[in-house]
């Protein structure tokens, strides 16, 4: 069955970095375009990042557009997100997503931003 288990999160500092990667099993993985998702406090899940197959092609969100960097390991059925000069709206649950907003997502992993 498809599983997506997020890794990396925790607590960085505003202005900081941080790495999150998703490992994927279960379905044809170097033909899927893959998605993060996240949720912050009080607010519905959003689209955060999108990477086509290969990998030639992405897109962010406005507000993370230029901080962060989706990229995909084909050969070791990953993603990750590179999030660099993190402020506290970013604090989130990250999801991995495979087939959209009513695809499938993983369980999450806890992005805190505080100094």
């Known amino acids: 069955q498809v599983q997506l288990v997020e890794s990396g999160g925790g607590l960085a500092q505003p202005g900081g970095s941080l790495t999150i990667t998703c490992a994927a099993s279960?379905?044809?993985?170097?033909?899927?375009?893959m998605r993060w998702y996240r949720q912050r406090p009080g607010n519905e899940r959003e689209w955060v990042a999108f990477?086509?197959?290969?990998?030639?092609?992405?897109d962010y969100a406005e507000s993370v557009k230029g901080r962060f960097i989706v990229s995909r390991d084909n050969i070791k059925d990953t993603m990750s997100l590179e999030m660099n000069d993190l402020q506290p709206g970013d604090t989130a649950v990250y999801y991995c997503?495979?087939?959209?907003?009513?695809?499938?997502y993983g369980q999450g992993t806890r992005v805190t931003v505080d100094s």
């Open positions: 997503n495979r087939g959209g907003a009513n695809g499938y």
């Open positions: 279960g379905f044809g993985f170097v033909a899927e375009e």
């Open positions: 990477i086509s197959p290969a990998g030639g092609r992405t």
